[in-house]
């Protein structure tokens, strides 16, 4: 069955969104759909037509085919939406930690580890760790202008020219078609690279080749998943609200933030699959929609990660009696690919007693229910996306859904979705610091920020 | 040299704290000493002594000592404090991908894993992975009440059974020293138990056998986390607000909250080792904090997790022009116990050649001031906590300092930082449906709620 979004509790009164205000909201719906049309007329939102672009899959396809059997390791060298989507397929779509399992239990598939920070003790342990014969690193950057990136890029290629390696076997770009520093660097190096479409950018790329090479690299079924996306994208292209869930989901979440005031919105899925899948959603919709608009004012709902069962031991207390400034998405899995009983042992003692008998897909089904009516009771809104399980066809559709709702609500914020100009300073100030040309204004700008202030310390 | 707080970018105008406004609230903190010092005499909060509990770190030490060589796996049964602390100690204190090393690259101390969870697939992957007879597992909960722990608990139970092991061997409970469900269940099965003090609340506990005996079998200085934390203990016994920056950084954070409108306190720091030490401290701040008040409003800032330079590509666009109700607190570190060099090539690639020459310890300080200084000229307030290196003693005091800023603020906000009443609703909901007895009450409750409409659903 598709997914299906239960959004009961966010009606709730008082706490939550009036139907009166709903049904005038809902009606501006089409202008939303208009919108995103444009764009996607335009060719601002490329995403959607990955799951039916043909050429990308092959590309995918062939190079993962010829690369079977040749690798232990996959390693990702990249950062942001060129490591977020990678490591949540693989979370969610390979067996419990695949990186500890060995080969055999892996079916032959290499580990996938993702570089995505520039902290030297990790990269000099994971290069300590390789053999790099039997390691195929991606770089990915659509630009090929990330400096974090493009570090990790000269110290690899370093080892590979020590190692006397052959280049072209232990590396591939995936990379903007004609544009960037990548696309002729690879040609230099004749080394393999993949395209991500002009059209799409870094946080809306897990369908391209940014996600899907290295997924089927490591045995996850891109086609089903792409096939879930499509799916979903052709179920989103209905201009009535009433059975376009993207939409509704986008709409609900931009009432709770503009008019009840709800400025966080967390994401907790009651799945350890889908324990990385959260920080992917958090840089879709943080960097996606944190914004300032043409006059001035900044908009965007706070986007925060959260896991169940385990987070109602760490975060639910403030959810549910700190501020009510939040609205919380829950996601819940109908089947498990696995289950285990609980066994009957201690029935005398209380504590134990009452788990015999039960499952524990039971038990973290029942916990979010519970959680999910606890926090309706006491007045704050709540919304439970319910997934069959957690597979290829449904993560994409997952993926997909999420995307299109972003966009939308990109719509109702006015402002683009799509771009992210608030980086830009931070990174003129790195530029200047680490004296790269061209960076002589950012230079001066840093020069006359204030110093840090000895009162100021402690 | 110990840990120093700059919060310079706090008093930034406009945007950050009036030094009027600073000095006014550093009057009141004699108060909140007070408020303390009196909370620490009624014996709540007990996590300020556990540097100095000798008979605690003997219980560890011995425990650990005994255990030298006769496992490759340990194994945590716990949530939420039982599971944030060591986790984040693990990755903080040893080598990086501790758990994907070898036995001699470990020194050949065990792997750490943690069940914080029910989810059967990641419980039944690692029952299948692990080498039962070679496998300690800790079972941690205070009250012995915790759900998930015992359901986890009553599975392992079962395997060791069934597997024909020595209970006593496979298994040890960190537990109060008298109340709750573990402690005869110790005693009825033989099992070794390590004591959680009466006056120490799960997620102030790091610093007892909860956290220490996992660190101990892992091979981490015990004994320099506590003088570490110790150090800062004895900081923060000094009632004048200029020297103790537990308390300019508790009201730093309440002041922006209540004055500024702040309510959302990003933790940021720049350093892998530190990649799981923001999720411990946002299970201490929010679950501490979140609170109603006894006149009914609701208290407490948002903590969110984040890592530098990583989330500069996913969620640093929101800080820095979405809402501003945000402060970012950075941790930057000085040394690190490695450094990569980045090697001189492709001189003639502008996005490549200006980064040769620099090492990643020099990129990743840069990109952490750089963020810190584009912040702060975005009107964005932001402090830094400076940290020599991450190693034993500076965790310790890195912990030892947030657990006491959190309970001051719990002083300033005038809440009790110490209990947890919200989750209680959600949990009494779940032992209605899984049938426990004594929940009919809640039961009755349950059945009473509005069940799911079909109109809000889509």
Redo the contacts between chains.
């Keep these: 069955m598709p997914l299906?979004?239960?959004?009961?509790n966010?009606?709730?009164s008082p706490g939550g969104i009036d139907p009166k205000t709903w049904t005038t909201a809902g009606k501006r719906f089409a202008d939303t759909m208009r919108g995103f049309d444009s764009l996607r007329k335009s060719g601002a939102v490329g995403f959607v037509d990955l799951p039916d672009d043909r050429r990308l899959l092959e590309q995918v396809t062939r190079f993962s085919a010829a690369a079977r059997g040749s690798y232990d390791d996959v390693v990702i060298l990249g950062?942001?939406?060129s490591?977020?989507g990678p490591i949540a397929l693989r979370t969610a779509l390979r067996?419990?930690?695949w990186?500890?399992?060995d080969e055999k239990?892996r079916g032959g598939f290499p580990r996938l580890q993702v570089l995505?920070?520039?902290?030297?003790?990790?990269?000099?342990?994971?290069l300590d760790?390789l053999q790099l014969a039997r390691t195929l690193f991606i770089v990915t950057s659509k630009?090929?202008?990330?400096?974090?990136t493009?570090?990790q890029?000269?110290?690899v290629?370093?080892r590979i020219v020590a190692a006397k390696l052959d280049m072209t076997k232990q590396m591939v770009f995936v990379t903007d078609p004609k544009q960037g520093?990548l696309r002729p660097?690879a040609e230099r190096l004749r080394v393999p690279a993949l395209d991500i479409p002009p059209s799409v950018g870094?946080?809306f790329s897990v369908l391209s080749p940014v996600g899907t090479l290295p997924a089927a690299l490591i045995g996850i079924d891109v086609k089903s998943l792409l096939a879930g996306a499509g799916e979903m994208a052709r179920r989103c292209e209905n201009p009535e609200l009433?059975?376009?869930?993207a939409g509704?989901y986008a709409l609900l979440q931009w009432l709770a933030d503009t008019q009840l005031k709800k400025?966080?919105a967390v994401f907790m899925p009651?799945?350890?699959?889908l324990r990385d899948f959260a920080?992917w959603f958090?840089?879709l919709w943080?960097?996606s929609?944190?914004?300032?608009r043409a006059d001035g004012s900044?908009?965007?709902s706070?986007p925060?990660a959260a896991?169940?069962?385990?987070d109602?031991?760490?975060?639910?207390?403030?959810?549910?009696?700190?501020?009510?400034?939040?609205t919380v998405t829950f996601v819940a899995v109908k089947e498990?690919?696995?289950?285990?009983k609980?066994?009957a042992?201690?029935a005398d003692?209380?504590?134990?007693g009452?788990?015999?008998g039960?499952?524990?897909?039971?038990?973290?089904d029942?916990?979010q229910?519970?959680?999910a009516?606890?926090?309706?009771?006491?007045e704050r809104p709540n919304m439970t996306i319910h997934l069959d399980r957690v597979d290829a066809a449904h993560v994409g559709e997952l993926m997909m859904f999420l995307e299109i709702a972003t966009a939308y609500a990109g719509q109702l914020y006015g402002i683009d979705a799509f771009n992210?100009?608030?980086?830009e300073?931070?990174?003129q100030?790195?530029?200047?610091?680490?004296?790269?040309?061209g960076a002589d204004a950012a230079k001066k700008?840093?020069d006359s920020?204030?110093?840090?202030?000895p009162r100021?310390?402690?």
């Excluded at 299906?4 to 009961?8: F, I, T, V």
């Excluded at 498990?336 to 285990?340: C, E, F, G, K, L």
């Excluded at 003692?349 to 134990?352: A, G, I, N, Q, Y």
């Design positions: 299906r979004l239960d959004y009961s966010m009606m709730i950062i942001g939406g490591a977020l067996p419990s930690g990186n500890m399992l239990a995505d920070n520039v902290d030297p003790e990790t990269i000099a342990a994971l760790r630009s090929g202008g990330t400096a974090e493009m570090a890029f000269l110290i290629h370093d520093a660097l870094g946080r009433g059975t376009n869930p509704v400025s966080v009651y799945s350890d699959p920080a958090v840089q943080a960097e929609l944190g914004k300032k900044s908009v965007g706070t925060i896991l169940g069962a385990t109602q031991h760490a975060q639910v207390q403030l959810f549910m009696e700190g501020p009510a400034d939040k498990r690919r696995t289950d285990v609980i066994p042992a201690f003692v209380r504590e134990l009452y788990l015999a039960h499952t524990l897909a039971e038990l973290i029942i916990e229910r519970a959680t009516g606890a926090l309706a009771r006491r992210q100009p608030g980086v300073l931070g990174k100030f790195a530029y200047a610091l680490l004296g790269r040309p700008e840093w920020l204030p110093r840090s202030d100021w310390s402690v």
